[in-house]
């Protein structure tokens, strides 16, 4: 009997392979490797409901996958989706951007150039079909920098603490009506639709979004939705969506019961002020949660007490990396007036948005072009990403190096182009 075989002989037998496009008929082991990175059992039921949710919105041009001697050890996977960025007033316009979902490489395959893979060949591809800009969801800081994406949007957590004074917010509770799942369902993509145009940072939802959150057009319900559903009835129809579940039971003496919020969207500031009404007149609860808000949450103004409201989130949300400069700068509006021309480092992932541009923007007058002028300012590919929408200051990035002042006051004349009355929000994982 020969010898056992030892790491060396067996580690690296086979190359492994990156596949894009990825076949629909090998999507159920695509998906059983994504969601054991997830950390998910690859065969329980929650899986089974994933893998045919993704059945139907499968491109494979926009998967890839890596293979390990016919094994799925990586998924990663792109949908074109539209974006929200600063406007005018208050109002948006939008943006076409990769968006970028299901990332995962086994921990038997990292630190072997698979993400890197993935992520150069989807950037690449995302180029060619014309897209300004990828963004995504990072699971962890240190990872999409390297690709060149940077954080542009934050979101934060909230408790309202209804057990202390204050924390009654005045309006109309009587204008919010309970429905069924189905009556939400009709109203709620043109609701948000409405509201999402109000500020920058909001991804869209479209009709195959709503089905598969709400278990629609065969969809399965998605686990954990809400018990109670609510709408808000506005002069010409509903304006504001409620969801919520109750979290512990009743009963004579504390602690009381906790509301965890699914959604609240509100597409008038009347409706605004009559849901969060409604959420801090309900009794026998000591207090109401919320997730994935904006930091900037107006509700805070409208409390008798603002210190019932904490804050027990603040993370960042969207990152996003530019793809093509001139046509992601023309797409937003800037808060005043200004020219400047931009000389934009980007040394990572194919340096794509490298290049000198003069950025002119007069009210919805806007343009931007390549120049051979000399810059006013010298910017990093990630410090431009973080200030697209709004949501950063290029001042404090500066010790890191982010920019570098060619002309006095170039800095200050950006950071205030780019500022937006609004913290750019996105309520939509992906």
Known sequence: MGPSPTLAHVSHAT????????????????????ATAFLEDPNGPMVTRWTEGIKRVWDPRRAWGA???????AAFRSEARRLTVPGLEDQTHEL???AVTNVAVAASHRRRGVMSSMVEDSLRAARERGDAASVLIAAEWPIYGRFGYAPATLSAGYTLRLSRRGAVVEGDPASVRQVDLQEFADYAPGVFGAARV?????????????NRTLGRDGYPPSEGLPAVWLLHAGPDGPDGLLAWRAEG????????????????????????????????GIDGVDEVALST???????????????????????DFVWLRLLDVPAALTARRYQVPGELVLEVVDDQAGGYASGRYRLTADGDDVSCEPTAAEPDLQISQRGLASIYLGGFRLAPQRLAGAAVERR????ARVDLMFSTPLAPWNATSF
Do not use: C, H
Request: without cysteine; proline residues 8%; glycine residues 6%.
């Open 293 to 315: 808000r904006a930091v900037d949450e107006p509700v805070r103004w409208l409390l008798p007490d603002a210190r019932t409201l904490l804050m027990t989130e603040w993370v």
């Open 67 to 73: 293979r390990d001697d016919g094994r799925w050890v």
């Open 198 to 210: 109000q500020r920058a940072g909001q991804m869209d939802r479209d009709t195959e979004w709503w």
């Open 249 to 280: 039971q009743g009963g004579l003496i504390p602690p009381f019961p906790k509301v965890n919020v699914w959604d609240l969207t509100a597409a008038t500031e009347t409706a605004y002020r009559d849901l969060w009404a409604y959420l801090s």
């Open 408 to 411: 006095r006051g170039a800095l």
């Open 15 to 34: 190359p492994v392979e990156i596949v894009n496009p990825v076949p629909a008929d090998e999507i159920d082991g695509w998906v059983r490797a994504l």
């Open 96 to 98: 076409a951007v990769e």
